[in-house]
C-alpha cells in the first residue's frame, strides 16, 4: 500500500491502516487535520488507549455536531444530526468528562 499525502486527503477519501484494512472515510477537517467515519467492522481505540497513560478521570465517548454541537452516546450515532439535519460528515468523535 502506497502512502497517502496530504495533497490525496479529501472529504470522502479512504483511510487504511498499515496493513492496508481500510478503517473508514474522511468526513471532515479542521487545523488539527481530519476526521474519519468508521466502516462499521472497523476497530476502534478506546478511549483509555487515547489517554496515553495519563489519568484524567472518567471519559465518555460521545458523537458532537459540528454545526450545532449536539451530541448523543456513540452506539446511538445517527446518519444526520436530529437537532439541527447537519449530514453525517458533520458528525464526529468525542470525548466527554
Known amino acids: 500500500m502506497s502512502?497517502?499525502?496530504k495533497s490525496d486527503v479529501s472529504?470522502?477519501?479512504a483511510v487504511y491502516n498499515d496493513d492496508g484494512t481500510k478503517?473508514?472515510?474522511v468526513r471532515g477537517f479542521d487545523e488539527s487535520g481530519f476526521y474519519v467515519r468508521l466502516d462499521p467492522d472497523a476497530e476502534a481505540q478506546s478511549v483509555d488507549?487515547?489517554?496515553s497513560g495519563q489519568s484524567y478521570g472518567e471519559m465518555d465517548l460521545m458523537w458532537r455536531c459540528w454545526q450545532c454541537g449536539e451530541m448523543g452516546q456513540i452506539e446511538d450515532m445517527?446518519?444526520?444530526c436530529?437537532?439541527?439535519g447537519a449530514g453525517g460528515e458533520e458528525l464526529y468523535y468525542w470525548t466527554e468528562d
Do not use: F, I, K, W
Open 78 to 80: 445517527p446518519e444526520d
Open 49 to 51: 488507549h487515547l489517554r
Open 3 to 5: 502512502q497517502q499525502t
Open 82 to 84: 436530529p437537532a439541527c
Open 23 to 25: 478503517l473508514g472515510t
Open 11 to 13: 472529504l470522502g477519501s
